[in-house]
């Protein structure tokens, strides 16, 4: 099997690939943070490192064949000077010219050395590094799963596990594929998702779970390998034309399983692929249509939803708040003289909520919270646009962002860096953000008119739910306008209620689920009475309402 480091590994990267090799390198020479900045303006580097304590920016030159020039030295120059990097690299697959060497010397007698490294060093780095970076110790909880998705891949060669956003599905994935490759280091692993960013991160993930001599790979419309031993982490789009002329892997793994439906791309790749052992990973296994996944992964092996993680300690514990300010209360009155659909009662009993007063209660919250960094959720992209502009207005927010799918892919990768680093301090974001995006000092998030199925409301609520060092809780604002929204919260409220005995981690307060409005409190309490159905209800779903005396 190839390493990947290996030449053949090297040259069958091609462009793309190979600064992601030497990202994984990175990792296993000690670095604490590497970001891959490649792209449109990212100033002459390609990755930011740091290591040993100091700022690195390399460039990476992959070549087919041939030397890297002079013009190469500069660039990185110029990267180190943007980014006032302590450490400088130009780093390719194959060597340098001789003006490359001269100008790197020449360059060192003013500043210090820009490091030149080739092939051969890279080949030479690959047996002094260690055979894994990092120890990866599960869980109690991520240490059961894994032994039940072991027993039924073992049993029927199926197997599905739920876990809720923040509790460590890819690491509990990531073990899967160790300790398939211990038993049977030549088999080929198969990664797929649905999109290539969660792909790219995906691949990225799961290195730590992989010793040095496992070759990884992206298989996606940008890159194309010859090679697919050991793992490939690929779109289903692209895994596909694989499958059909003859690729079969013997492990695959299905991310964000909850997108396999009952036919296209999904389910035909599946069917080819039947002799693989198959497993599918997920937050949220609810379906828009309606369609269940177990029908080809079978019943879930392991599942450990967010009401249990928060009650265990392993989430961090919830201060929830449902704003219903904009009730309309004639409509109330009426409601139980009609059998309304969701969709026509939602669309009279919420009133518009103001942006205005949106930014109002973020304002309070925010005030109230050490370190605050929101994310807004928002409906559109224009409204996306639009609220980032009124939270632009107040000094607090004047480098609030937009992210979304509209803007170019550079400029969405720049923003999420920016809000990582603590630079931009609140986004306000459509549907992007709802899944493969780690951002674990999020401790407020604002749903901001929006409607939602069950499965985006529980991954955009996983976004805040991720523990950290000095981080227990997150402050959620709902702006509610959708009786389904207002049902999950009552769910979960209830599940976080419940009695039975509870393995208790620390000494953490229950998590508060509340009204803005006590008035709609009850109300809501004596309507919703069966949250769970009306949780994942159609818009055609019909309504009955009890009559409600006069106040």
């Not at 793309?16 to 002459?44: K, M, Y």
Request: one cysteine or more; hydrophobic letters at 40%.
């Amino acid at each position: 099997m190839r390493s990947f480091l290996s030449p053949a590994s090297l040259l069958d990267a091609g462009p793309h690939q190979f600064p992601r090799q030497i990202e994984r390198l990175l990792w296993h020479l000690g670095s604490t943070s590497v970001a891959n900045i490649d792209g449109p303006g990212d100033e002459g580097g390609d990755i930011l490192a740091c290591l040993r304590g100091e700022d690195w920016v390399i460039q990476c030159k992959w070549k087919r064949r041939g030397a890297v020039g002079a013009e190469a030295i500069d660039e990185v120059a110029r990267a180190r000077d943007s980014y006032r990097a302590h450490r400088a690299v130009v780093v390719t697959n194959t060597r340098f010219s001789p003006d490359a060497q001269r100008r790197a010397a020449n360059l060192a007698r003013l500043g210090p050395p820009i490091l030149l490294w080739t092939g051969g060093d890279l080949l030479t780095s690959f047996d002094r590094i260690p055979t894994r970076f990092g120890h990866v110790i599960p869980r109690p909880y991520q240490a059961e799963a894994l032994g039940s998705l072991s027993d039924d891949l073992d049993n029927t060669g199926r197997a599905l596990l739920v876990l809720a956003t923040g509790l460590g599905k890819t690491v509990v994935g990531g073990e899967v594929i160790r300790a398939h490759l211990e038993r049977h280091p030549s088999d080929q692993v198969l990664v797929v998702a649905h999109s290539r960013d969660l792909v790219a991160q995906l691949e990225r993930a799961l290195w730590r779970h992989l010793p040095k001599k496992v070759a990884t790979r992206l298989l996606t419309g940008e890159t194309r390998p010859d090679d697919l031993s050991g793992l490939t982490c690929a779109t289903v789009a692209s895994a596909l034309p694989a499958v059909r002329f003859g690729y079969r892997p013997s492990l695959v793994m299905i991310d964000e399983v909850h997108h396999l439906g009952a036919s296209g791309q999904y389910d035909e790749l599946l069917l080819t692929l039947e002799r693989s052992r198959q497993f599918g990973v997920t937050a949220t296994p609810w379906r828009g249509d309606a369609h269940d996944i177990t029908e080809q992964l079978g019943p879930p092996s392991f599942n450990f939803g967010i009401e249990e993680g928060m009650r265990r300690g392993y989430l961090a514990q919830v201060d929830y708040k449902l704003f219903v300010d904009d009730i309309d209360w004639d409509t109330v009155k009426q409601a139980s003289a009609h059998s309304y659909g969701l969709a026509e009662l939602n669309a009279r009993l919420f009133l518009p909520q103001r942006d205005e007063a949106i930014r109002d209660q973020l304002g309070t919250v925010w005030a109230s919270t050490a370190k605050p960094r929101a994310i807004v959720f928002c409906r559109t992209v224009e409204h996306a646009e639009r609220l980032a502009d009124v939270l632009r207005r107040t000094p607090l927010w004047s480098d609030a962002l937009a992210l979304h799918a509209g803007l170019p892919k550079r400029e969405r990768q720049k923003r999420l860096l920016a809000f990582r680093s603590g630079e931009v301090p609140i986004l306000t974001a459509v549907d992007i953000l709802n899944e493969g995006v780690d951002v674990p000092d999020v401790n407020i998030l604002c749903f901001a008119r929006v409607t939602h199925s069950r499965r985006i409301f529980v991954q955009q609520l996983g976004r805040g739910l991720r523990l950290r060092e000095g981080k227990d809780r997150v402050v959620v604002l709902d702006f509610v306008s959708d009786l389904r929204r207002i049902a999950a919260a009552l769910n979960l409220k209830r599940s976080l209620e419940g009695d039975g005995e509870i393995e208790t981690l620390a000494h953490i307060m229950p998590s508060s689920i509340d009204f803005s409005d006590q008035r709609v409190a009850t109300l809501m309490d004596e309507w919703i009475k069966d949250a769970a159905s009306l949780e994942t209800a159609y818009d055609e779903y019909r309504l009955q309402f009890p009559a409600i005396p006069n106040s």
